[in-house]
Each structure stands twice: as structure tokens, then as C-alpha cells.
């Protein structure tokens, strides 16, 4: 039988979130944190796994709200900041816009869905293209538009006063994901929403520690958040994640050094990679680099042989890798596979 003719056109001809794993030494492809907190959930939730989790997930919320300084109307959680993805989708519809390249969820989801979606290049510096930005907004009227930023896989933060117009402009809904926040030096939009109604925010714990956890946020207006609401699955987070989170936001200041660690190793590793040749490192605010080499592609092989898995990106930026921020010894190691690869002798 074949399937992929019953499957709806739309799903026929989309492809999967390519999530290989391939065995290496050194694991720097997925922008996770070489980081792992010991914690244990309280006893008595795995006393109670015979019930269902807290729909509403009231004492994580109660966390978020105390640290974000939210109100807990304001935050919905996930399984992980895609399934808060999938859900705006779901509740608003399309057209979504997005700028090219960046996380390639946006686009697949809207396709999954049968929503239309629009892509608009990043200019050479990898900032919106402002201009075409506001163009198509007038135009096409996006239901969504996402913005990530610090944006993945560039690695910088897009202009805030180019977001600003944007969220200005759009009569749909603006969703600035936040994932990698917290290892940038600008402040975010969390402050911004008091005054913008049509701004959604969304963070991860994915990034700083917990990716296994599958816990994400959406943070936005009331009504926002009741809308998104109705499509929520009803158990979505499991009770063994909620409690692990509440648990890692009670580590908040051994989570906050492990981000300082992050971000200085990533300065080091920027300088590191500008000093061999033909590569060249784009400046980053998150916990991965994005570098252009010459022959991606055999560049990206050498390194599996020689132990290190990274991302290759050469389809969406013309040959260029992404490398996630490791530890100390996995960047020394990195960059010693890296010479070697490029060097031609792996
Ligand atoms: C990794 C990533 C996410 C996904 O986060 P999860 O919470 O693990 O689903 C969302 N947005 C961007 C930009 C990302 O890079």
C-alpha cells in the first residue's frame, strides 16, 4: 500500500526534522548544554505515576512566573517550545512569515498544517530585511510571525528596532522565540509586553540543561494565552518534567554559571576558529557558532571521522557548519579535528 499517496498532499511532499544521531566522541551538533545537573525529582511523584499529571501545570508555572516575574495568566508550557509552535499554528492559522534562514520548525509545522508560509532572506549581515519585511506584512497579512533571536542557525540577534516595527506594523500576532536568550547580552522583549498585546515570547529550558525535559514556554497576553489554551493536549506536560523543572529552577545560580562558562568558551572558540585558515566564524549571542568553510561538505564528513559531530548547514548558508559551545576540553578537542580536516590528513 502506498501511504504516501493517503497521506494529504501537504504531508506527501515534506520532509521530517532531519534529528540524526550519529555516534561521535564529541556531540556539538544540537546546541544542547555539555552540562548535566544532578537533580531528582520529589519521591512522591514517582510514587504517583499511576495518575495523570497536573493539567495545569500550576507549580511550574508558579516557578516561571517567580523568576520571569510574569503573571502565571500569562505563561503557557509545552513539551518543549515546539509543541507551543505547533499550537499558535494551530490556534491563528496562517500565512506564517519568517525570516530565511532560521529554525526550521516554523516552516515545517505551517506545512504539516496546510498553512501558507513566507520566507524572507536575511540580508548579508543575517539582520531582517526590514523593508521586505514591512512590504509583506502589508501585503500578505500574516496571522504569525516568528522571529528567533538570537536567531539559530546565524547565531546573531536581529535589530530590536527593526523588531519593533515589525510587531508596529503586523495586525497578526509577533512571536519572538527566545531559546537562546540567555546567552545573549541584550535584554529580550519580556519587558516589552506590558505595551505590545500582539507580542508572544517563547523560551526553552532545552538550551541551558534540560533538552530530555521537553519543557518550553509561551508567555504573552491573557487572552493569548486562553486562545492557544483551547488546542492544548490536555496532559501535555508529564509529571516526571514538571517536577524536574521545578527542581532545575530551584538551581538557578548553578544554571546561570554554567551560561557564564558557555558564553566565555564561546568567545574563546570564536578567536579560536578566526586563526585558521580559510575559515571564517560569524559572531554569535547563542551557544553555537556558525563558521564558513571551504567544502563544507568534506569538511563536515573528516570531523565525524575524526570524532566530532556538528551541524551541517551548507543547504540553508552556502558552506558553513554549526558548532554548538562545549566544554573547555570537547572545544580544544573540536578544533584540533577541525585543523586536522581541513588539513586534509583525516
Ligand atoms: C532549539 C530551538 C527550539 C526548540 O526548543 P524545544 O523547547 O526543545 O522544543 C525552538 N526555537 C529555536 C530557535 C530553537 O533553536
Do not use: H, W
Not at 21 to 30: F, N, Q
Not at 33 to 52: A, E, F, G, H
Not at 56 to 84: F, H, Q
Not at 90 to 102: E, S
Amino acid at each position: 500500500m502506498d501511504f504516501s499517496k493517503l497521506a494529504r498532499p501537504n504531508i506527501r511532499s515534506l520532509k521530517p526534522y532531519e534529528a540524526k544521531e550519529i555516534p561521535c566522541k564529541v556531540k556539538l551538533d544540537a546546541n544542547e548544554s555539555p552540562y548535566c545537573i544532578d537533580i531528582t525529582p520529589d519521591k512522591k511523584v514517582l510514587q504517583r505515576l499511576n495518575r495523570y499529571p497536573d493539567p495545569e501545570t500550576k507549580e511550574l508555572k508558579k516557578a516561571i512566573s517567580k523568576t520571569l516575574k510574569v503573571n502565571s495568566d500569562n505563561i503557557l508550557l509545552g513539551n518543549g517550545s515546539d509543541e507551543l509552535i505547533y499550537y499558535l499554528i494551530i490556534t491563528f492559522g496562517g500565512p506564517v512569515l519568517y525570516p530565511v534562514p532560521t529554525f526550521s520548525m516554523y516552516g515545517i509545522i505551517s506545512q504539516a498544517l496546510g498553512e501558507k508560509n513566507i520566507g524572507i532572506p536575511l540580508n548579508k549581515d543575517f539582520d531582517l530585511d526590514i523593508d521586505k519585511m514591512l512590504a509583506t506584512i502589508k501585503k500578505c497579512n500574516p496571522k504569525l510571525i516568528f522571529l528567533s533571536s538570537p536567531n539559530n542557525p546565524t547565531g546573531n540577534c536581529f535589530s530590536a528596532e527593526s523588531i519593533l516595527k515589525i510587531i508596529e506594523a503586523s495586525k497578526g500576532i509577533v512571536v519572538v522565540d527566545e531559546a537562546y536568550q540567555p546567552f545573549s547580552s541584550e535584554k529580550g522583549f519580556l519587558p516589552l509586553l506590558k505595551d505590545y498585546k500582539n507580542l508572544a515570547i517563547l523560551r526553552t529550558l532545552s538550551k541551558i540543561g534540560f533538552a530530555s525535559l521537553r519543557v518550553g514556554f509561551l508567555i504573552a497576553d491573557e487572552g493569548l494565552i486562553n486562545e492557544v489554551n483551547k488546542v492544548r493536549l490536555p496532559f501535555n506536560l508529564n509529571s516526571v518534567s514538571q517536577a524536574m523543572a521545578l527542581e532545575a529552577f530551584k538551581n538557578k545560580d548553578v544554571i546561570e554559571s554554567q551560561i557564564k562558562n558557555i558564553t566565555s568558551e564561546r568567545e574563546r572558540l570564536f578567536e579560536e576558529l578566526s586563526k585558521i585558515n580559510n575559515v571564517s566564524p560569524y559572531p554569535s549571542e547563542a551557544n553555537f557558532i556558525l563558521f564558513k568553510t571551504k567544502n563544507a561538505d568534506i569538511v563536515f564528513q573528516k570531523l565525524i571521522k575524526n570524532g566530532v559531530l556538528v551541524r551541517n548547514l551548507s543547504s540553508a548558508v552556502k558552506d558553513s557548519l554549526r558548532v554548538t559551545v562545549g566544554t573547555p576540553e570537547e572545544n580544544n578537542f573540536f578544533i584540533k579535528a577541525l585543523r586536522k580536516s581541513i588539513g586534509g590528513k583525516a
